[in-house]
């Protein structure tokens, strides 16, 4: 995170010796001799350091940058601190809380009664209201919101089996009544069954249940809430190292990106 947010800002991205010659010398040094030469991290990345430290680019002006919910399940991504600290370097805005820049408010607040852009809030919950001061100004340009496109499928695969209609067969079946012995019998096999079953297996399979419903619900809740945005609010969704590649590159294609919620 740290190199990805110097790129933004520095001039030089130098190694520990350049301090030991600085110090030794008591006056900063020419950085050029120590300069950081990474041929394999730059053939891996597909980017020049030089090239992109040489560059004055902001390539997050205008824009908001937030991170799909439950999307730290299924990817390694930086903390809340760092994303703040790289996205304001390269001159976006970091979104914390992709959920506040939803739109829930009735159609006499909509985006159509100021020309464009998202909705004004009246209830002090969100961008536009006057009560909101601590929240971050509406990126003119949209939000790129950090997901995998995996992710997202899933959550929408499981929103649709939610909607699908479900139609019940009906089947007649013929069972001959149990004697009050035979009922018994089958009582007390169906208790023994059970009984054998070992606490930690059962601890186990709740452990894995939840971990499952707890990952499908995450997915769920990201494609609600990319749903939930304002109409023209989202400018992209960007798979994790595309956005490295691009914050290394100093480039960022927001229609390469593309926006996979329908």
């Not at 601590?134 to 089996?161: I, S």
């Not at 019940?168 to 019998?185: E, L, Q």
């Not at 023994?192 to 707890?214: E, V, Y």
């Amino acid at each position: 995170p740290k190199l990805l947010a110097a790129v933004s800002v520095a001039t030089h991205v130098v190694t520990l010796d350049w301090l030991k010659a600085s110090a030794r010398r008591g006056q900063p040094v020419d950085e050029a001799p120590y300069a950081v030469d990474d041929a394999e991290a730059e053939r891996r990345w597909n980017f020049s350091l030089a090239r992109s430290l040489a560059s004055r680019a902001k390539i997050l002006q205008g824009l908001g940058l937030a991170v799909a919910p439950g999307v730290r399940r299924v990817a390694m991504i930086p903390t809340d601190a760092e994303f703040a600290e790289l996205v304001a370097a390269a001159g976006g805005t970091w979104l914390a809380d992709l959920g506040a820049l939803r739109d829930d408010d009735d159609e006499d607040s909509s985006s159509s009664s100021r020309g464009g852009g998202p909705p004004r809030r009246t209830d002090g919950k969100g961008p536009g209201s006057s009560s909101s001061a601590m929240m971050p100004a509406w990126p003119p340009g949209g939000v790129v919101v950090v997901a995998t496109h995996e992710y997202l499928d899933e959550g929408r695969a499981r929103l649709a089996a939610a909607d699908a209609p479900t139609t019940a067969s009906k089947t007649t079946t013929t069972t001959t009544p149990k004697t009050p012995a035979a009922a018994s019998r089958t009582s007390t096999k169906k208790k023994a069954s059970t009984s054998s079953k070992t606490a930690s297996s059962k601890q186990a399979s709740a452990r894995s249940a939840n971990d499952d419903a707890d990952h499908d619900d995450d997915a769920v809740a990201a494609v609600r809430a990319l749903r939930a945005l304002p109409p023209g609010a989202l400018a992209a969704v960007v798979e994790p190292e595309r956005l490295w590649c691009a914050l290394l590159r100093k480039d960022l294609d927001i229609q390469a990106a593309g926006v996979p919620v329908e």
